[in-house]
C-alpha cells in the first residue's frame, strides 16, 4: 500500500515550524522565571515540584504529572514551588509563517492535562536528540515537535468525549514511525517499510497514527515533506525543482501545488518575500 501520492488533505496538521526545541531543568525552591512573552507554542510538563503560571494577569498552576500549554503572544511569569526543587521538560516550537491567535482559538484546547505514555515519549525522544548539533533546525527535531503537540491536542479531545475508541497508543511504535519519515524524506516511502522500522502491522500503525496524532501516515508524510520544502526554500539557494526532489515529491509541480494549497503562495514567490524583508 503505498504512502505516496498526490493527494492531500493537510486541514488537521500543524503550521510550519523552522525549529522545535527540547529540554529538562532544575529549580531551586523559590525561582522565579519572567516576565516574558511566549514566542512560540510549547509544552511544559512538569516532573516533580509545582509551577504557578501567571498567564496575561491570569494565575494558572501545573501539577506534577500534567502538561501545560503556553500560547505564542501570551506575557508569562513563573513562580516554582517553595518547599522542593521544580523539575520539567518542555518543547518548544517555532514558527517561519507565525499561525494567527484565531487558529488557536479555533482549536478550543485546554490548559493542561495529565500528560500520557506517547506525550512523555517523544519529549524524552526530542530531549535525547536535541544534544546534536543543529539538531533544533533538522527535520527529525520538527517531526518529534509537531508529533508531542498533536499527542497532546489527541489527548485533550479524548479527555472531552471527542478522542477516538480504544486504548491510547504505543508511544515507542509512533514515534519510531516518525523517526524512519524524517530520515528518509527523500526516498519513497511504503506504508510496509514504515510499518516495518516502527515493529507493528500496516493496520497497526494506522490506528497509532490515527489516536495518537490525528492524522494519516500519508498526510503525515507530505506534511512533513512540505515542512522541510520550505526550510531549504528559505535557507538555501537550491532552485524550487531541487528542494521538490530533495524533500520526496515527485514533480516539481506537486511540490508547488502543495506549498500553494498551504499558504496560497507560490515557493518562489514565498522565497522572494523572505529575503526582501527584514525580519
Not at 15 to 20: D, T, Y
Not at 62 to 77: D, H, K, N, S, Y
Not at 120 to 131: M, Q, S, V
Amino acid at each position: 500500500m503505498p504512502v505516496d501520492g498526490n493527494n492531500m488533505s493537510e486541514n488537521n496538521i500543524m503550521p510550519i515550524s523552522v525549529r522545535a526545541e527540547f529540554g529538562r531543568v532544575d529549580y531551586a525552591p523559590g525561582s522565579t522565571l519572567g516576565p516574558r512573552v511566549q514566542v512560540g507554542l510549547q509544552l511544559m510538563v512538569v516532573e516533580s515540584g509545582r509551577a504557578a503560571v501567571t498567564i496575561d494577569g491570569r494565575r494558572r498552576v501545573i501539577q506534577p504529572g500534567r502538561c501545560g500549554l503556553l500560547l505564542p503572544g501570551a506575557e508569562e511569569f513563573f513562580r516554582f514551588s517553595r518547599d522542593e526543587p521544580t523539575r520539567h521538560t518542555w518543547c518548544l516550537m517555532l514558527f517561519d509563517l507565525a499561525p494567527s491567535s484565531a487558529f488557536w482559538a479555533r482549536r478550543n484546547l485546554p490548559w493542561s492535562i495529565e500528560t500520557t505514555e506517547v506525550l512523555t515519549e517523544l519529549i524524552e525522544l526530542g530531549i535525547g536528540h536535541h544534544a546534536a548539533p543543529s539538531a533544533a533546525t533538522d527535520p527529525l527535531s520538527r517531526s518529534l515537535g509537531a508529533a508531542a503537540f498533536h499527542a497532546f491536542e489527541s489527548a485533550a479531545r479524548t479527555l472531552r468525549g471527542g478522542g477516538l475508541p480504544g486504548q491510547a497508543p504505543m508511544a515507542v511504535p509512533l514515534a519510531k514511525a516518525c523517526a524512519y519519515v524524517a530520515e528518509h524524506l527523500a526516498e519513497p516511502i511504503r506504508v510496509e517499510s514504515l510499518a516495518e522500522a516502527a515493529g507493528v502491522t500496516p493496520n497497526h500503525l494506522t490506528r497509532l497514527f490515527r489516536q495518537g496524532l490525528d492524522t494519516t501516515p500519508s498526510r503525515y508524510l507530505w506534511s512533513r515533506r512540505t515542512e522541510y520544502g520550505l526550510t531549504l526554500l528559505r535557507s538555501t539557494g537550491l532552485s524550487v525543482s531541487e528542494v521538490a526532489y530533495r524533500c520526496g515529491f515527485s514533480t516539481p509541480f506537486h511540490f508547488s501545488r502543495s506549498i500553494k494549497s498551504r499558504f496560497g503562495e507560490s515557493p518562489r514567490t514565498l522565497r522572494r518575500k523572505w529575503w526582501t524583508t527584514e525580519p
